[in-house]
Nanobody, 120 residues
C-alpha cells in the first residue's frame, strides 16, 4: 500500500558527505511529516531531522549546521544531506513518515534502514 525505499548509505571518511533518500510509493495524497532517525547497537533510536508539509524543520543539536533535510512532494521523497560527517554519526538511518494520506486512509511507518559508517 505504502512502501518506503531508502538509499544513499555507505562508507565515508570523516569530513566527507553523503546524501540519503527515502521515497514513499503508493497512491499518496499528502504527507504531514517526514523525517530521519538513527540507531546504533544498544542505543535507542533518535531523531536526526524532520520536515513538515509546510517545510518547517527540526534538527538534533548534534547535527545542526552539518545536515540538511528537504523534501520533494512531487516525488514523495525526503532527503538528508549529510556534510562534515563524524565517526559518531555512524548508525543505521531510518526514514519515517507520519500521517501520510493515501487511497487506503492514513499511514505512518518506517523504512528498513540504511547503514552509514564514518571512519576516522
Amino acid at each position: 500500500q505504502v512502501q518506503l525505499v531508502e538509499s544513499g548509505g555507505g562508507l565515508v571518511q570523516a569530513g566527507g558527505s553523503l546524501r540519503l533518500s527515502c521515497a514513499a510509493s503508493g497512491s499518496i495524497f499528502s504527507i504531514a511529516v517526514m523525517g530521519w532517525y538513527r540507531q546504533t547497537p544498544g542505543k535507542q533510536r533518535e531523531l536526526v531531522a524532520r520536515i513538515t508539509s509546510t517545510n518547517s524543520t527540526n534538527y538534533a543539536d548534534s547535527v545542526k549546521g552539518r545536515f540538511t533535510i528537504s523534501r520533494d512532494n512531487a516525488k514523495n521523497t525526503v532527503y538528508l544531506q549529510m556534510n562534515n560527517l563524524k565517526p559518531e554519526d555512524t548508525a543505521v538511518y531510518y526514514c519515517n513518515v507520519d500521517k501520510a494520506r493515501y487511497s487506503g486512509g492514513y499511514y505512518s511507518g518506517w523504512g528498513q534502514g540504511t547503514q552509514v559508517t564514518v571512519s576516522s
